[in-house]
């Protein structure tokens, strides 16, 4: 279980002066350890629960100079499988946005340069939902994503082969 780990950020404590910092996991009822904003976003994306977002990136014309990507509409979709009969599991994420600042005053609505920009935020999004990944699979040994239940409901005889064992898959 994925618990918000909010900071106010203000004076006082009203709702616009809040900030998710990361998220809590909960295994067995029992703190477990933390994971990064960074990661906690990469998680909101799979699990489809990005409203809008900033991605910040170097600019495709200056490295030196940054360059915000506002994500405007984003559907994440958590797929399980089998393969040679062992699972597999996947994570689409789909992402339009606008290019909302910039430091440079380089033309980046120009194909090639919108092109790269577009790689780049691709390229932010994947690592970030890697990095969830890797953390719920490699630090805390959990299942945050319900892959075992996709698996249940779609491959029902393999489910009943390896849900024992699934922390340790």
């Given amino acids: 279980v994925l618990i918000p ?79 040679d009969g062992k699972p597999v599991l996947m994570i689409e994420v789909k992402a339009q946005g606008n290019i909302g600042e910039q430091q440079d005053e380089a ?12 790689r780049k935020a691709e390229s932010l999004i994947r690592e970030e939902v890697e990095a969830i990944v890797k953390t719920s699979q490699e630090k805390f040994r959990i299942d945050i994503f319900g892959f075992i239940d996709k698996i249940k409901k779609n491959h029902y005889r393999t489910w009943k082969e390896i849900h024992a064992q699934w922390d340790d898959i």
Avoid: W
């Avoid at 699990?47 to 559907?75: A, C, D, F, Q």
């Fill in 5 to 83: 780990v909010i900071q106010s950020v203000g004076s006082e404590a009203r709702l616009e002066d809040l900030k998710i910092e990361g998220m809590a996991v909960i295994k067995k009822n029992m703190l477990i350890g933390y994971v990064t904003p960074l990661e906690t976003r990469g998680y909101m994306f799979a699990k489809n629960k990005i409203g809008s977002t900033i991605l910040v990136t170097s600019s495709p014309v200056n490295p030196e100079k940054k360059v915000s990507i506002e994500v405007t509409r984003s559907e994440g979709k958590i797929k399980a499988g089998l393969k």
């Fill in 107 to 118: 033309d980046l609505t120009e194909l090639g340069r919108k092109k790269t920009l577009e």
